[in-house]
T-cell receptor, first 117, second 109 residues
């Protein structure tokens, strides 16, 4: 019954490694997002994505890449992990399509706590 | 630049009323959201305002003044379970959510 799910919940890894975080939503939503919440608790949008458009926050390093096998999944792949990547990563989804004149509530997954050593 | 300001932390007593303020400066405005986030959990939706005025939903109410770039979340009859962070977020002209850092609300018996 979980609406937005993420795996893993915790991820501890070494600097320089490549890792992926998976996200799935069973709400039938068209748009999915990835957020980073740092130690100061700011939520920063990284990507928003639907089957038509990928919107990338220009401040996100290109080591981060979203991969969407289908509408219900948006995975986050991170190359060459750095210490500063340690944070909580939240996946979210909303019903509307990016770019449409529509405001939709976003529903969040439980978060993935990434610690880079 | 875009900016959302909220107090970092507030303390209130069980059974009392607390008002959490949020001021914003964004490029465009397509509504303001309030989310609740318990420690170690995901944010959950509380309210959405796009027109000026007060929206009431049970013990929680949210107010918006677009001309002042100001909103508040009012929590009545506080319960211990209301201890959480409350995040203010504004949807800008690109329909992107700009988030405040959140207000940590501590409820004391």
């Amino acid at each position: 019954d979980t609406a937005v799910s993420q795996t893993p919940k915790y991820l501890v890894t070494q600097m320089g490694n490549d890792k992926s975080i998976k996200c799935e939503q069973n709400l039938g939503h068209d748009t999915m997002y990835w957020y980073k919440q740092d130690s100061k608790k700011f939520l920063k949008i990284m990507f928003s994505y639907n089957n038509k458009e990928l919107i990338i926050n220009e401040t996100v390093p290109n080591r981060f890449s979203p991969k969407s096998p289908d509408k219900a999944h948006l995975n986050l792949h991170i190359n060459s992990l750095e210490l500063g990547d340690s944070a909580v990563y939240f996946c979210a989804s909303s019903q509307g399509l990016a770019g449409e004149v529509m405001v939709e509530t976003q529903y969040f997954g439980p978060g993935t706590r990434l610690l880079v050593l | 630049g875009q900016n959302i300001d909220q107090p970092t932390e507030m303390t209130a007593t069980e059974g009392a009323i607390v008002q959490i303020n949020c001021t914003y400066q964004t490029s465009g405005f397509n509504g303001l959201f309030w989310y609740q986030q318990h420690a170690g959990e995901a944010p959950t939706f509380l309210s959405y305002n796009v027109l000026d005025g007060l929206e009431e939903k049970g013990r929680f109410s949210s107010f918006l003044s677009r001309s002042k770039g100001y909103s508040y979340l009012l929590l009545k009859e506080l319960q211990m379970k209301d201890s959480a962070s409350y995040l203010c977020a504004v949807m800008d002209s690109n329909y992107q959510l700009i988030w405040g850092a959140g207000t940590k609300l501590i409820i004391k018996p």
